[in-house]
């Protein structure tokens, strides 16, 4: 599956520790072609704007705490080292994971017939926060809030969500172009959080077998002392 759906297993295993906790892992499923680990908006449904941005800087992004659950089908969730995403870094997510053609979310929104495979291949890479029966088929839908707000018609704060609806016929879309009020808990709403991809244990391992390799060449270049034993 290259970059998608990573830990998937391990997420199985995450998911039962943190039941039995009461407080789940922030554990990413999407690696990005920018480096990006992005987590799975499923494990932070259930929170509103304004709770998210109690441990998230709404200017800058960066996490640090606890985001609390407010519903006994959730669990708390350590979010520190993430960043909140705005909603131009969904909307870039949402062309790689769409295979979306370039330009066509200059609007923040696209409609495509799903005989071109876009809302298939997104849901490749990340699983619904919420599915509908339609007869014979299911539609998988994708909600996530970003960081980012505008005034509605109402005069209310709203975040700007993205959203993708995959149906089982008809149009795939992409849009993040409405909100929730910043106060609104939506149970098929998780948050678009991301962090800076770790280095995995086997390139850290390459990484400090190259210094010891430049450690023992600068001991043995010409001019430098040779260790005497002590008899």
Known sequence: ?????????????????????????ALPIYLDGSGREWLD?????????????????ATGGDCSGVLATHTAASNDIDVTGYRWATRDEVRELFY????????????????????DGHGGSAFAAFDPTIQFSIGPGVENILHGLTRDTYLGSDLLLRGYN?????????????????????????????VFLYR?????????????IGL???LLAVRRAPGAPTPRSIS
Not at 2 to 19: I, Q
Not at 46 to 51: G, T, Y
Not at 196 to 208: K, M, S
Request: aromatic residues 10%; glycine residues 14%.
């Open 162 to 190: 993205g959203v993708i609806d995959n149906p089982p016929f008809g149009s795939d879309t992409f849009s993040l172009t409405g909100g929730l009020g910043v106060d609104t808990r939506e149970m098929s709403a998780g």
């Open 41 to 57: 908006p499923n494990s932070t449904r259930f929170r509103s704007w304004n709770d998210t941005s109690m441990v998230c800087d």
């Open 212 to 214: 010891l390799g430049l």
């Open 1 to 25: 599956m290259g970059r998608t759906k990573m830990f998937v297993k391990g997420a199985v295993s995450f998911a039962l520790m943190g039941l039995i906790s009461a407080q789940a892992f």
């Open 96 to 115: 790689e994971i769409g295979g979306l053609p370039s330009g066509s979310l200059d609007a923040y929104f696209g409609s495509y017939s799903i005989a």
């Open 196 to 208: 800076t991809a770790v280095p995995e244990p086997g390139t850290l391992t390459l990484l400090g």
